[in-house]
């Protein structure tokens, strides 16, 4: 039987081929969507799903992700842009910029959840 070839390049080609660092992608993913999150008022993701673990599944589902820190690799690798980050987390209602009426956002400073008086609707 034949040996196997040893290749001086093996590290480049297999990165070629897909291979991927995890660990690396979820520290950059998370840090590429500190931002989209702060704003929100939110400091991580794992905080929504204890509080609301019905609407992570939802947007875990949505962007095709089996959980959070498969997300933030996703992000990392550039398979989910933020902008797409962005509209999911609108959509399932996850501390957006200016929800609906009833929708809640996580607000740390406060310690609580509550719904800005900006986002508040006039009857005018």
């Not at 929504?48 to 673990?53: G, N, V, W, Y």
């Not at 933020?82 to 607000?107: K, M, Q, W, Y």
């Amino acid at each position: 039987m034949a040996e196997p070839l040893q290749c001086q390049h093996r590290p480049q080609i297999a990165r070629g081929f897909g291979a991927r660092d995890l660990k690396g992608s979820q520290q950059k993913g998370k840090a590429m969507s500190h931002a989209v999150l702060a704003e929100r008022g939110i400091l991580d993701l794992e905080d929504i799903t204890a509080l609301e673990p019905g609407r992570i599944t939802t947007l875990l589902g949505m962007l095709a992700c089996a959980n959070v820190d498969d997300l933030y690799a996703a992000i990392g690798e550039g398979s989910i842009l933020l902008r797409e980050f962005e509209d999911t987390l609108d959509l399932v209602g996850i501390g957006s910029t200016s929800p609906p009426a009833g929708h809640l956002c996580l607000l740390p400073a406060l310690g609580k959840l509550t719904v800005r008086e900006s986002w508040l609707t006039s009857p005018n």
